[in-house]
């Protein structure tokens, strides 16, 4: 088993930044690949970005691609979304999940552990 918990979320002005963080407890969480999606009200479940096991492979989706970094820390079990520039857009809970395998995947089928969110408002 793997339990993840997200913080760092908040209410932030446009243009602003956020580090999300997502720690985990459990059994060998540095073969897992992690994934942060995201869902705003009445809008469907959104794939942010993922990283494999070791950290060398990132995927991102394009509305955020040279705004948002991920990375992360097996030695600490968490894993990192950095976010600049940040958009009214990128208001939703933000989630990070954890995949059934160590390589990049970004899709929802792959990720079997999911946190329980953490609320991003960007205002305008």
């Known amino acids: 088993q793997l339990q993840l918990v997200e913080s760092g979320g908040g209410l932030v002005q446009a243009g602003g930044s956020l580090r999300l963080s997502c720690a985990a407890a459990?059994?060998?969480?540095?073969?897992?690949?992690i994934g942060w999606i995201r869902q705003a009200p009445g809008k469907e479940r959104e794939f942010v970005a993922a990283?494999?096991?070791?950290?060398?492979?990132?995927y991102y989706a394009d509305s955020v691609e040279g705004r948002f970094t991920i990375s992360r820390d097996n030695a600490k079990n968490t894993v990192y979304l950095q976010m600049n520039s940040l958009k009214p857009e990128d208001t939703a809970v933000y989630y990070c999940?954890?995949?059934?395998?160590?390589?990049?995947?970004?899709?929802?089928?792959?990720?079997?552990?999911w946190g329980q969110g953490t609320q991003v408002t960007v205002s305008s």
């Open positions: 990283i494999n096991w070791i950290g060398s492979s990132t």
């Open positions: 999940a954890a995949a059934i395998q160590g390589s990049l995947v970004a899709t929802f089928s792959a990720y079997g552990y």
């Open positions: 459990g059994r060998a969480f540095s073969t897992y690949a």
